[in-house]
Structure formats: C-alpha cells, structure tokens
C-alpha cells in the first residue's frame, strides 16, 4: 500500500513539470513576420502577389465581403 502511495505522487509529481516550449536563438523562424510577406507552393489566392501589402488588404477585404450576409442575402 505504501508503495503504491509513494509511485502515485511521484507520477503526480512529474506531471506538474513543464519543459520549456519557447523558441529562442539566433538560428531559429518564429514566423513573426507580416502575413503578406508570401505563401508557400499553391496556398496562395489567385490575384493576390506575395508582398504587396495593397493586394494583401484587397483580398482580406474581398474574403470578408464574401462572408457578410447583407451581401449573400441579395444575390
């Protein structure tokens, strides 16, 4: 029994630590750069041109109107 409580809070023990997830150094992409900067094989939108932060917004504008429902409601 004693064993028992002992291996339980060594479990419960080492389920509290937590290994550090930060991304650090020199050598390392956070990807924290801006979202027009460019897209990755065939994810981009057609008409959109990687860099340009213009295109950017028009297609975030454009992907917006799509979604407002003032707009489906008419067609």
Request: hydrophobic share 35%; glycine share 12%; charged share 20%.
């Amino acid at each position: 029994m004693r064993r028992l409580v002992i291996v339980t809070a060594a479990l419960l023990l080492a389920a509290c630590g937590e290994l550090d997830q930060s991304k650090q150094g020199a050598g390392v992409d956070r990807g924290d750069r801006a979202a027009y900067t460019g897209a990755h094989g065939t994810l981009a939108a057609k008409g959109w041109e990687a860099g340009s932060s213009s295109s950017w917004q028009q297609q975030i504008r454009h992907r917006g109107q799509l979604q407002n429902e003032y707009n489906r409601i008419t067609r």
